[in-house]
Nanobody, 126 residues
Framework: QVQLVESGGGLVQPGDSLRLTCEGSGGAFSNYAIGWFRQAPGKEREFVAA????????DYKDSARGRFTISRDNAKNTVYLQMNSLQPDDTAVYYC???????????????????WGQGTQVTVSS
């Protein structure tokens, strides 16, 4: 079973960038589709970005498209979320999640994922 640990969060100003890292351990990372989700205080968890097992295809939340980039390096058991032009609305705890799958597809619904990391806080404030 692949375990997940997120890192890279922090406090930044509007317009700044951050790169989040999701590191997996304990199994064949390339067997898993990976998604990034976030949850702001008082709000439901929402989809941010997802990548398929081989990084063949990706998808993004509309407000993240063009600003965020998800990528993965299966040799390093790592998925990244590069976030540019951050805005206060991006403030949330960011989670990565994994889904064991035989398909090379991405998944955007949180209930499809079966294991989550502990999250990393991103705060965008001037």
């Amino acid at each position: 079973q692949v375990q997940l640990v997120e890192s890279g969060g922090g406090l930044v100003q509007p317009g700044d960038s951050l790169r989040l890292t999701c590191e997996g351990s304990g199994g064949a990372f390339s067997n898993y589709a990976i998604g990034w989700f976030r949850q702001a205080p008082g709000k439901e968890r929402e989809f941010v970005a997802a990548t398929s097992r081989t990084d063949y295809i990706r998808d993004y939340k509309d407000s993240a498209r063009g600003r965020f980039t998800i990528s993965r390096d299966n040799a390093k058991n790592t998925v990244y979320l590069q976030m540019n032009s951050l805005q206060p609305d991006d403030t949330a705890v960011y989670y990565c999640a994994r889904l064991y799958t035989y398909t090379d597809l991405y998944y955007t619904r949180s209930e499809q994922y079966d294991y989550w990391g502990q999250g990393t806080q991103v705060t965008v404030s001037s």
